[in-house]
């Protein structure tokens, strides 16, 4: 069995600096890549950031020089470090795990204003 669990998210001014944090459960973290997708309302679900079992990270190009994916194994836990906000940032951000995506967590507000 396997949960994930999103927090962090909020509301922030535009070039403002949030953490994500994904609290993952079960044996299958640690051989896992993780990743953060996002949705806003009216929009497609778009990936974020992906991050390997061993450490390796892409992410999109509208995120990439701001965003950071990150891991820690020892405490099953996924992080996504965002700076310089930005109002189109503004989604519903989860956590997954898999290579195939195979479990979501629940989702987390982020609200952005300018």
């Known amino acids: 069995q396997v949960q994930l669990v999103e927090s962090g998210g909020g509301l922030v001014q535009a070039g403002g600096s949030l953490r994500l944090s994904c609290a993952a459960s079960?044996?299958?973290?640690?051989?896992?890549?993780m990743g953060w997708y996002r949705q806003a309302p009216g929009k497609q679900r778009e990936l974020v950031a992906r991050?390997?079992?061993?450490?390796?990270?892409n992410y999109a190009d509208s995120v990439k020089g701001r965003f950071t994916i990150s891991r820690d194994n020892a405490a099953k836990m996924v992080y996504l470090q965002m700076n310089s906000l930005k109002p189109e940032d503004t989604a519903v951000y989860y956590c997954?795990?898999?290579?195939?995506?195979?479990?979501w967590g629940q989702g987390t507000q982020v609200t952005v204003s300018s």
């Open positions: 079960g044996s299958l973290f640690t051989f896992s890549d």
């Open positions: 997954t795990l898999g290579y195939y995506n195979d479990y």
């Open positions: 991050i390997t079992s061993g450490g390796s990270t």
